[in-house]
């Protein structure tokens, strides 16, 4: 269940805040991180500055699932990416496959499914999902879609997310979502769905960028 964003727990604990709405990632970041002191003294801190440029690792005990979609002209030929990994950047698994001509959320809500999916599959308890769409992100948070192309995967995307145990959603600009990026935009030129089981089996492409960010991404953070 998704009760409230990380910010909001953060000025409550300066503030007071009422725990009935605090989720299980809430609560396991407030065990991780000192949250007072963090907000208070972020900017001072070099690591802390490359929070909105780089990907962040989740909590230990969770998994994260990054996804984007690429429209060429919306509606264009599309494409989709996905990645699952761990605290440590460990690919569990990855996706990257054509879409077909679509438009760009129906690119992201393809994405975020094939992801889901493989999540839901594994029995994934704690998932961590963050993409770039803020449209398909406040769908999922809210249940509710009014936008008549994708009411066809709103079963589907509820299905996966129950078999999912707690998750936390949340948004990110593409800097920090760059894998998921390369991914979709190698999709538009696939024929079929790729899938990856490692980080040595992904792309090239891909495993630089995972290279260049790995110095600066911390092992705990707030998404």
């Known amino acids: ?11 409550g604990k300066i503030q007071g805040v ?18 007072r002191e963090t907000n208070d003294h972020r900017l001072k801190d ?6 909105d440029v780089v990907w962040q690792a989740p909590l ?13 002209g919306n509606q264009g030929r599309s494409g989709l990416g996905a990645i699952v990994w761990d605290e440590f950047r460990d690919t569990l698994k990855a996706f ?6 679509a438009t760009n959320n129906v690119a992201e ?3 975020l499914e094939v992801g889901l999916k493989w999540c839901a599959f ?8 963050e993409g770039e769409s803020q449209v398909i992100l406040n769908w999922i948070s809210s249940s509710k879609f009014q936008n008549w192309q994708l009411d066809n995967w709103t079963p589907r995307i509820k299905t996966f997310l129950d078999l999912i145990g707690d998750f936390h959603i949340q948004h990110v600009y593409r800097e920090r979502n760059k894998v998921a990026d390369v991914l979709a935009n190698l999709g538009v ?5 790729r899938e990856f089981d490692s980080r040595d089996a992904l792309p090239e492409a891909v495993q630089n960028i995972i290279s260049q960010e790995r110095d600066l991404t911390p092992r705990q953070g707030i998404g």
Do not use: C, T
């Not at 269940?1 to 000025?11: A, G, P, Q, S």
């Not at 990257?96 to 001509?101: A, K, L, M, N, Q």
């Open 1 to 11: 269940m998704i009760k409230i964003d990380i910010e909001e727990v953060i000025n």
């Open 18 to 35: 009422n725990y009935k709405y605090i989720s299980q990632w809430d609560l396991d970041m407030e065990k991780s991180w000192p949250l």
């Open 46 to 51: 070099e690591r802390l500055k490359h929070r």
């Open 60 to 72: 230990p005990g969770w998994l994260k699932l990054n996804f984007d979609g690429e429209s060429k």
């Open 96 to 101: 990257s496959g054509p879409v077909g001509i």
């Open 109 to 111: 809500i393809s994405a």
């Open 122 to 129: 594994k029995r994934i308890n704690k998932l961590v999902i």
């Open 189 to 193: 030129e696939e024929s079929i769905v």
